[in-house]
């Protein structure tokens, strides 16, 4: 019976179209925040260009396995993360059951920072930009009683229509759509800033080429051993998070993925895509934060850079401000919602291979469970204020709770986990043959291996001794 189920489900399942179809939705995962908040502010904060060296080793070395390794291990099994380890070594189940719940923490408190990008875009579009600037605008917003479960609900409501319609008619076809859209809004807004030019009231003039200066040239100023590791690992780190790896997302992508299509040629595609959106952003914000704040003002990170920050500078333009305001607010929200898709997809999926039901039922009880746990992560910042200290050293709500017990704990695990199981239980030959499956060559093989057995797994480790405080 439960035979039966599982080759019916094999026929019916969904598929991407194409190579493209492929890689604009996978780079569409990995397109999302972090690009935008996180990788320009550890470029400013390490040595700026010297942050973009490390980070590009890094990328097609440590990120390309871990992200090849996933994709090949999805299309292999053509199952979701749920069963993917199942299939492959039926001791390692559980590592499935793991990379299930990774996302379906992450899902809810995404839509809910989702949901504030919707209030600003509106605010933007609606010409009420000026109010974004006001003190305590962000705060009596996130902290409101219904208006953030409105805006949630939105985001949710959108991301969940994408995943109902399936791979093809949603994700693909809303992919093919946006993510062109958005490199086009980024390169746009980041040739902008190089022009920029703004006289403080101390009658000094800082220009926006200055400031990619500052992020463009290697700083080795005053940089140590210990400095030079640090930045190795924040940008192992920003890697781990931008590609979004050990999430269970790449599996559910690469069970859709065609056999005939290059697996390799892809991977790189989508490391190209997202470290061209990545490089850009830094170009587009950090050169703009610069002008306006000086150097002090490019430490500012996450949700205070997107929502504070950056308003007070698009206020600061007139009436243009608004129309990049507004531009800027639609381009985060592309950003967010491919990525939010593809962590509804994976859960999604993961519910369709394991029970076999059908998409529409998953992705609706799905779509609701996890609405719940938003309204709840809304709540936590309503009714359920609190503060905990959280073992790296920082104090949150139940949104960085969240947040860092997935991104902190269980992904780098996971991570680990997934090296061990390749590289020394199944043998990287399992994922070799996978990527050479249509006779292509692959001339990182030797590389492969020596990452994923070796490499790659302690990396991981020293990032997840570091989230925990220990290091
Ligand atoms: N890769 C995404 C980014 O860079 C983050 C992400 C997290 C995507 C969780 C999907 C799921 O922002």
Not at 42 to 48: L, T
Not at 175 to 192: G, N, R, T
Request: proline share 3%.
């Amino acid at each position: 019976m439960e035979n039966n189920s599982k080759s019916e489900n094999k026929k019916e399942r969904n598929s991407f179209t194409g190579s493209l179809g492929f890689v604009l939705a996978a780079a569409g995962s990995a397109v999302g925040l972090g690009n935008i908040w996180r990788f320009p502010y550890c470029a400013a904060k390490d040595g700026g260009g010297l942050f973009l060296l490390v980070y590009l080793v890094f990328a097609l070395t440590f990120g390309f396995t871990l992200l090849i390794t996933e994709v090949a291990l999805g299309r292999k099994t053509q199952q979701g993360p749920l069963t993917a380890y199942r299939e492959l070594q039926p001791k390692w189940k559980w590592l499935g059951i793991f990379s299930f719940v990774v996302p379906f923490i992450i899902y809810p408190y995404y839509c809910v920072i989702g949901g504030w990008v919707i209030k600003y875009m509106f605010t933007y579009m609606i010409g009420k930009g000026s109010l974004a600037v006001q003190d305590g605008f962000f705060n009596s917003f996130i902290s409101g009683s219904w208006q953030p479960i409105l805006f949630t609900f939105l985001f949710a409501g959108a991301c969940f229509y994408i995943v109902y319609k399936g791979v093809e008619d949603g994700i693909e076809k809303f992919s093919k759509i946006l993510m062109p859209i958005l490199a086009v809004i980024v390169i746009f807004i980041s040739f902008y800033a190089l022009f920029l030019k703004f006289t403080d009231s101390d009658g000094v003039t800082r220009t926006g080429l200055q400031g990619a200066k500052i992020y463009l040239i290697p700083n080795f100023k005053g940089l140590t051993f210990r400095g030079f590791l640090h930045i190795c690992l924040d940008a192992i780190g920003q890697l781990f998070y931008s590609l979004s790896i050990a999430m269970g997302i790449m599996i559910a992508y690469g069970s859709y993925m065609k056999k005939e299509v290059n697996l390799e040629k892809s991977v790189n595609q989508i490391i190209a895509f997202d470290t061209g959106i990545a490089f850009l952003a830094g170009l587009m914000i950090i050169p703009t934060v610069f002008v306006f704040s000086d150097v002090d003002g490019l430490k500012t990170a996450g949700t205070s850079l997107i929502f504070v920050a950056l308003p007070k500078i698009f206020n600061s333009l007139g009436i243009f401000g608004y129309i990049l305001g507004a531009l800027f607010f639609v381009m985060v929200l592309f950003a967010a919602i491919t990525s939010a898709v593809s962590i509804l997809e994976a859960i999604t999926a993961s519910y369709i291979d394991k029970y076999g039901w059908s998409r529409k039922k998953s992705v609706l009880i799905l779509g609701a469970a996890t609405f719940v746990v938003s309204i709840i992560v809304c709540l936590g910042y309503n009714v359920w204020v609190f503060k905990l200290k959280l073992p790296n050293g920082s104090v949150g709500q139940i949104l960085d709770v969240l947040d860092y017990g997935a991104n902190n704990v269980l992904m780098p695990l996971i991570g680990i986990l997934t090296c061990i199981l390749i590289g020394w239980v199944c043998k990287p030959q399992t994922i070799l043959d996978e990527i050479t499956l249509n006779g292509e060559k692959f001339n990182r093989a030797g590389l492969y291996k020596v990452m994923i057995k070796f490499i790659a797994p302690v990396l991981l480790f020293v990032i997840l001794l570091t989230g925990l405080g220990i290091l």
